[in-house]
């Protein structure tokens, strides 16, 4: 079949010759392509979308194309291995990837994750011949292949060494299987993030997240604090408990907050007794259960197995632990059981126990073999028998009718009632006279025996006369009435779009807009000849030349304006409604693009005030032939004569412009000239490192500063500032917010100290709404120790301070998108070898003390540093109680160092990006990412307390933002070798590499 470009112009030639009122029943169907041949099979390679009556390769040759399966498996007889009717097909394991293959199984069997996968655009196949070998390349294609073998491929199993090849595993290892599966599922939904299917965007999160939320309550108030999360699965402690119910009730269960642990009330104002527990707000359509059987042993410092029964049911009732969701489906039904085989963490085989969704029937999926359960029912008895030791054969409980009883089972899925329907199978003929009309997306996924297909929906391709638009005809299928019937009694939907759905009008329309788009042609040619000619002054008009640049295109949206159904193609009107107009309020485009993109036609040349711009440099005067011609496409468009003067206002305006920059020039240079060292900021004081000569520091806002900087570098396009400013560092009181003691820490980020001498050069260039200073008060004693007071002016405000104080404590126990800085050391040595660096001055303030003596102004007090005052002790806090407005400091005989207040990276510290809200368990798995270190065999520690709860939240263990983190990694001991090593996975776009997760 021709190319859809080809039949597209096929289908329009005859507009040429064929005026608009004679349009026929022949000419709309030439339009619709109702006339053009269909496919017969294998003489397409892929399904023709510009041809209606084409329905070949619709079905998996759209995914697949030729599959040679004999590039999987070496054998002699490919009988004996060929795939009985009505089985699935199994995975090979390739040496200790059962893991691996469990998940892939359970995943295949959710039938809208595979249909979502399907549907994942392939643009490097598309570009390919299908008939050739296709070899995927990325996770999402060999996983689409996968599944695609695993769903069509006629042999018994197949080898799923590409995926794994793909994800960087080592096959001879064997992995954490709960960790393999979060990380993958991240790992999918970043990837189907990224297509331009929206439908695709969200599966991840519509299949496997819900939403619960952290609510603290206070006791006093009953005031209640929610913190919102997302979950794909829930982690349930079976320890001490024999029914999965109780485990549920046990992550919900409330949590007291008292003692140390009191909660800050924001009504009280104060801390107070309170509870914390987990709400359920919302659940998925698949409810993954990861039950903890695999737990960390403290006394050995190994991971063991909890080899106790857990009883679970067929039917799952979720109602009662969901918040507020009275009328919300909650009912679930058991899916599947993935089973762990063995009685050490660290060894054992992997198998699956997974429901079809179509028959209802179980099957034991054990790598290459694929066995049916007798009945409908599932049955685990063997599976509980196998492995065992004579220490921890236990007696089984007895389980109820509708319940199962498991001491390996260690995930769980369950399916969400409801969201399943059945799939029909009709058979689509190549459709004669009468036929029907029915989207092609849908009998793609109808023609997949296991996808839900829902209802028919043919509203997206009506036009605006309720008929079908010419232009979606390649988004459509031909078929006969009969199979149409047979299709909507089974699977309902509208319109229904028959032969009399050929739009007359659309027709009609569009051959008019064709037949003016080809004269258009011809005029452009003519327009672009005249314009060349010289044009005299007194004769003309005026035009923009980003409108003479762009008129045909601005000519032909203008004309399909005309064609009202055109927004139900490229959903806006033609490129010229409202939002694209030219601006009516007076404001100016900022750039030349825009002003060609957003503008009518010589809008480009109007002035904010309705008159010609002043700019001669925008605009070119063209023949009056030429404008006559334009003026027949344009008929609204501004027109300005060749004598026609530019707009006064604007003129003047310029020239206020000119003046203005120039006295903002001369004003910028004029302060920098006063207050140099502050702009390049050099021979800055500190409070650290008080000045011997100078008692007294003024102290103004930092956002002063930098927005004083920001004119002196582009006066003439930034605004002078005229304000200090400094009220902003008072409270509503009038005191000042900050002691010496935070101002010399983290409020250092909030202002800036002057000497004297600049603040005199302050009050002469700008206004001073609050004066603010810090003084010392020095004291000799008799020991020769130094007593030194410092006060500020105006005082501090205690009321003030501690609402501050309370908001920032706050702010470090529910920050998000906060960094904290991760720190590898191999002893107690190495973190202090390597925190070295941070008491060394910074590069910048180095750089100042070298360049002091080149300052002009040497000699000046206020400038000047003598040699004791750079040599200055280390200030010590005496200890002074909080509220007090005073710090007592007592200077030492030894010399000491200058702290920076900024943090610096040292060799072996890397940044990372985490919320208050996210656990420590998820914390050391972007460490395993960035450190290449398991997380069990992390160590770590902050300010000398060891993170150990990977249950319990950053905020709650006292991780706050900006802090360090030391990770101390275990090293490897002797007896691993018998023991499944680490594995090597990640997260990369390349796959899962180096993260070295230990086994079950």
């Not at 002699?76 to 199994?90: A, H, I, L, Q, Y």
């Not at 023609?447 to 009506?462: E, G, P, Q, W, Y």
């Not at 047979?486 to 032969?499: A, E, M, Q, T, V």
């Not at 042609?521 to 008009?541: M, P, Q, T």
Request: hydrophobic share 35%; net charge negative; charged share 30%.
């Amino acid at each position: 079949m021709a190319p859809r470009l080809q039949l597209e112009r096929a289908a329009w030639r005859w507009v040429e010759t064929v005026r608009p009122e004679d349009v026929a029943a022949e000419h709309i169907e030439t339009a619709y392509r109702i006339r053009l041949p269909g496919c017969q099979r294998g003489t397409c390679r892929r399904n023709c979308k510009g041809n209606p009556n084409c329905l070949v390769g619709i079905g998996e040759h759209v995914w697949l194309g030729e599959i040679d399966e004999n590039s999987f498996h070496n054998i002699d007889d490919p009988n004996s291995e060929r795939r009985d009717k009505n089985t699935f097909v199994g995975l090979t394991n390739l040496g200790a990837t059962c893991y691996v293959n469990t998940f892939l199984q359970v995943w295949f069997h959710n039938l809208e994750l595979r249909q979502m996968l399907y549907l994942c655009q392939n643009p490097r196949a598309e570009e390919h011949d299908l008939d050739l070998d296709y070899e995927p390349q990325t996770i999402c294609e060999h996983l689409q292949y996968l599944f695609a073998l695993l769903q069509n491929s006629n042999r018994r199993y197949i080898d799923p060494s590409g995926l794994v090849k793909a994800l960087g595993l080592d096959t001879g290892q064997q992995q954490d299987a709960q960790e393999f599966s979060k990380l993958f599922l991240s790992l999918l939904e970043d990837t189907l993030s990224k297509q331009k299917n929206p439908n695709l965007h969200n599966v991840i999160q519509q299949q496997f997240c819900g939403q619960f939320a952290y609510v603290t309550v206070c006791n006093h108030c009953g005031r209640e604090s929610p913190l919102q999360s997302r979950f794909y699965e829930l982690e349930l402690n079976i320890q001490g408990h024999k029914q999965l119910t109780d485990c549920v009730t046990e992550f919900l269960k409330e949590e007291k907050l008292e003692g140390d642990n009191r909660y800050f009330c924001e009504s009280c104002q104060t801390k107070q007794n309170a509870t914390r527990r987990i709400k359920l707000q919302s659940l998925p359509r698949t409810l993954n259960l990861q039950l903890m059987r695999f737990v960390f042993d403290r006394q050995t410092g190994h991971k063991k197995k909890l080899n106790t029964f857990i009883s679970f049911p067929e039917v799952l009732d979720m109602g009662p632990y969901l918040e507020g969701r009275a009328g919300e489906k909650c009912i679930y039904e058991l899916n599947a059981v993935l089973i762990h085989r063995g009685v050490s963490a660290y060894s054992g085989h992997y198998i699956a126990h997974v429901r079809d969704a179509r028959t209802n029937d179980w099957y034991k999926f054990n790598d290459e073999e694929i066995e049916k359960m007798e009945g409908k029912k599932l049955q685990l008895g063997i599976e509980e028998d196998i492995a065992e030791t004579s220490k921890s054969q236990t007696r089984k409980p007895k389980c109820g009718k509708g319940f199962h009883c498991s001491r390996n089972a260690y995930m769980l899925v369950y399916k969400r009632q409801g969201d399943d329907d059945n799939q029909a199978e009709v058979n689509v003929q190549v459709p004669g006279q009468p036929f029907e009309f029915v989207p092609l997306e849908w009998l793609k996924k109808w023609l997949d025996d296991s996808t839900v297909t829902k209802a028919i929906d043919n509203s997206k391709f009506i036009c605006s006369h309720g008929k079908l638009h010419p232009d979606k005809i390649g988004d459509v299928k031909r078929i006969s009435v009969k199979a149409a019937e047979i299709i909507f009694n089974r699977y309902g939907g509208s319109p229904r779009l028959d032969g009399s759905a050929l739009c007359q009008d659309c027709v009609k329309q569009r051959c008019r807009v064709l037949r003016l788009k080809n004269q258009l042609n011809e005029d452009y040619k003519v327009i672009s000849n005249l314009v060349k000619v010289a044009v005299n002054g007194n004769e003309g008009f005026w035009i923009g030349k980003a409108s003479l640049r762009s008129w045909r295109q601005l000519a032909l949206e203008q004309l399909e304006e005309e064609e009202e159904e055109t927004k139900h193609t490229n959903g806006k009107t033609n490129g010229q409604g409202p939002e694209v107009l030219g601006a009516k309020d007076g404001s100016v485009p900022e750039s030349k693009e825009d002003r060609e993109e957003n503008l009518n036609f010589n809008e480009d040349i109007l002035c904010p005030h309705g008159g010609l711009c002043i700019s001669e440099n925008e605009r070119k005067l063209i023949t009056t032939e030429v404008w006559d011609k334009l003026r027949v496409y344009f008929p609204k468009a501004p027109e300005f004569s060749s004598s026609q003067d530019s707009c006064q206002q604007c003129m003047s305006l310029e020239r206020e412009g000119k003046e203005n920059e120039a006295l903002n020039r001369m004003m910028a240079h004029e302060q920098k000239t006063s207050l140099l060292n502050l702009f390049h900021d050099k021979n800055r004081p500190t409070l650290q490192k008080w000045p011997q000569e100078t008692d007294v520091l003024y102290i103004v806002s930092l956002f002063f500063v930098d927005e004083w900087k920001r004119f002196i570098r582009r006066p003439t396009r930034c605004n002078p500032v005229s304000n200090v400013g400094n009220s902003i560092l008072l409270c509503p009181h009038g005191g000042f917010m900050f002691t010496f003691d935070s101002m010399a820490k983290g409020d250092a980020k909030h202002i800036a100290l002057l000497w004297p001498s600049e603040w005199e050069a302050v009050t002469k260039h700008f206004l001073v709404d609050e004066s603010i200073r810090v003084y010392r008060l020095v004291e000799k004693c008799q020991d020769d120790t130094v007593n030194v007071e410092y006060r500020t002016d105006p005082e501090l405000c205690l009321d003030c301070r501690e609402g501050l104080l309370f908001q920032q404590q706050r702010d470090m126990r529910e920050y998000t998108q906060a960094t904290v800085y991760v720190r590898k050391v191999l002893d107690n040595k190495m973190v202090l070898k390597e925190a070295a660096p941070e008491m060394n001055a910074s590069g910048s303030e180095a750089e100042d003390e070298r360049e002091e003596p080149k300052v002009e102004g040497e000699g000046d007090p206020d400038f000047s540093q003598s040699s004791d005052g750079a040599k200055r002790q280390k200030l010590c806090d005496s200890g002074v109680g909080p509220g007090l407005h005073l710090s007592t400091f007592v200077i030492p005989q030894k010399p000491g160092i200058r702290r920076s207040t900024r943090h610096r990276k040292v060799r072996g510290e890397k940044a990372l990006i985490v919320s208050a809200n996210q656990t420590l368990k998820e914390l050391k798995i972007q460490i395993m990412h960035a450190f290449s270190v398991a997380p069990f065999d992390q160590n770590l520690s902050v300010d000398g307390r060891c993170l150990m709860d990977d249950s319990a939240t950053l905020g709650s263990l006292g991780v706050i933002p900006e802090c360090v983190i030391c990770l101390k990694a275990d090293e490897p001991i002797a007896d691993y070798a018998a023991m499944d090593d680490v594995f090597q996975v990640c997260m990369p776009e390349e796959g899962f590499k180096g993260t070295g997760l230990l086994g079950h």
